[in-house]
Each structure stands twice: as C-alpha cells, then as structure tokens.
C-alpha cells in the first residue's frame, strides 16, 4: 500500500512536494486516465463541487478541471476575470471563507504567488493553483506525465527550456526537473534567468536528488544533447503590451526553429505549455508578426507541426494530470479505487 497521502493538502507550488509526492500524482494521473480510456467510471467525489477562479483568461486549464471534475463527480463553479468580487469589493481572505462554506475545493488562477497562498491560509478547503505570474505547478505534472509516457523514465533527462526563464514556466520547469532528477538546462539572456533566490533553493534540492542544473546563453550548444526542447511564450498574460519589441530583440535567437531542432538528436522531442504564437493565424500572433516582420514567434509552424512535436498529447494530459490532484487532495482511499 503506498504509504503517501495527499488528503486535504493545498496544492500551490512543486516546491512543498517531495519527489516521491510528484511521482505519486503522475503515477495516479497515469492510472486515472487507463481509467477513462477504458471507459471505468470513477466518480469518486458525487456531490461535492469545486469553485474555479479565474483572474486571468483560460482553455486548457479551465477546461480541464471542469471536466476532471465532471469525471469524478463534483459540480463546478466558474469566477470568470470580471464578474466577482474578489479583490474589488472583497479580500482574499474574506473570499477564501466564503467560498470554503460552499465547495470542498477551490482553483485559483491569477497573479502574485502570495495570493494564492493568502486564499490556501485562509480557506478550509484545499486550494489549487492554476496559474500564477511565479508558479503552474499543474502544467509540470502534465509536461513530466507526457515526458514519462515519452521516455519511460524522469530522471536522468535531458530537458532544455528555452525563453523567458524569469516566469511561471521557467520557474516551475526548473523546480520540478531538480525535484525529478533531471538534467535541466535552462537557455536564455542573462536577464530572463529565474530570481536568485529559486535558483539557489533549486541547487540545494539537485544536491539531494541528483539532479543537473545549468544555465546557457547559447541555444545550439545548450540542445546538443537534448531529450526535450520545451519553450513558452515571450510575453506573458498580465504584462504590458509594450514589452512586445524589448523581448523580440532580446529573445529572437531563442526561438524554436528547425535548424535548432536539428541541432539535437533526432530523438529529441519539442514541447509547449500552449496557448503559442507558432504562426499569424491568431489577433495577437498577425499583430506582432506583421508589426516585427516574423512568420511566428517562439516557435516556427514548422516546428510546432512537425513529428517531434508532442504538445497536443501534453495538453490532453492536463486533464489527467488536474482529476489526479482533485482526486489526491479530496478522496478517502484513492489508491484502493484506483488499482
Ligand atoms: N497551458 C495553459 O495553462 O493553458 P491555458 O492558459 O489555456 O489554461
Ligand atoms: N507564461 C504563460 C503561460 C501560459 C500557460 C503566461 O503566464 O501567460
């Protein structure tokens, strides 16, 4: 019997999670979707009910606890960006008891980390996170589950992020890859490297596990060996449009282009944590690319559609990955429902 229990935890950030816990949940994840393919009812959770906030704009994430929680059972509440009260007329704080009294659980994306943690200390319900400016934690156990479903194995991977390294993905990639054991690089400007103070917490956590952590200037040389390119938007949801031309000038020899790809082995796989500017198809992609002269942004269309591109396998585990965090944090005896 596994000797790990997850009941009534907050789930806000990888780094309150023990290597073996982050395992655990993608091992749970990789059990409850055998469960949905083969067609296994799991609705563990009848009659409980989730509320689901959301203080910026959402598909995958959204999408995926509303029908995670479907799947198990429980009702939805969506807090869309405008229409509550939160932060307007009421606190953090205030919102978190509110909402405690009515759901058993409570999602919040947003953005400063302290808020979502100011929403765990005060609720009484487990708190997920599901997007902060520092912290995705949910999209790293979708990226590990598709990785381990890839390569059979975490750790010991060579996993490359390239880009805008200072926000959530970058932060959460770093996190999570020294807590597995992987070998993560992340390539970037020296500016868009993760604050000091994750990056130091993150090589005493590499010492314990194992874990290779490095940081590189030259995307070429940083994919030699790569398993995993994995890269995200430059500008991301919350910052000023105005950043568009700094970041184009400072991370356009970082984007993810076939001859980049070809500079790793043919084995190596390309991942995104989407939504991404891959061509102009989109309001925001046309814009930035008519206005700066690119076909597209972080990645090229032809990377993004290519046969080692695995994104769409990676965004469907998010929906896994999430029912096993709801499923972790609220059922009695998971492990003997899900066998
Ligand atoms: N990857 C991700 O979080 O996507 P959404 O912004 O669509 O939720
Ligand atoms: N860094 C991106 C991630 C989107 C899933 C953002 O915060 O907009």
Known sequence: MSKINLKNRDFLKLLDFTPEEIEYLIDLAAKLKAMK????????????????????????TRCAFEVAAHDLGMGTTYLNPTDSQIGKKETIADTARVLSGMYEGI????????????LAEYASVPV????????H??????????????????????????GDCRFNMGNSLMVGGVKMGMNITLCSPIKYQPHMDYVNECRDIAEETGAKLRFARDPYEAVKNADVIYTDVWVSMGEPIEVWEERISE??????????MDAAPATCVFMHCLPAYHDLKTEVGKEIGERFQMDAIEV??????????????????????IKAVIAATLVDNIDELCK
């Open 128 to 135: 997920w996170n599901g997007l902060t400016n520092e912290f």
């Open 37 to 60: 393919k083969s067609g296994t009812p799991h609705k563990f959770l009848e009659g409980k009910n989730a509320a689901l906030i959301f203080e910026k704009t959402s598909t995958r």
């Open 107 to 118: 999602e919040y994306r947003g953005f400063g980390q302290e808020i979502v943690e100011e």
């Open 137 to 162: 934690p949910t999209q790293i156990l979708a990226d590990f589950l598709t990785v381990k479903e890839h390569f059979g194995k975490l750790k010991g991977i060579n996993f490359v992020y390239i």
């Open 300 to 321: 090229t269309n032809e990377v993004f559609e290519s046969s080692q591109s695995i994104v769409f396998k990676e965004a469907e585990n998010r929906m896994h990955t």
């Open 251 to 260: 991370l356009k020899d970082y984007q993810v282009n076939k001859k980049l």
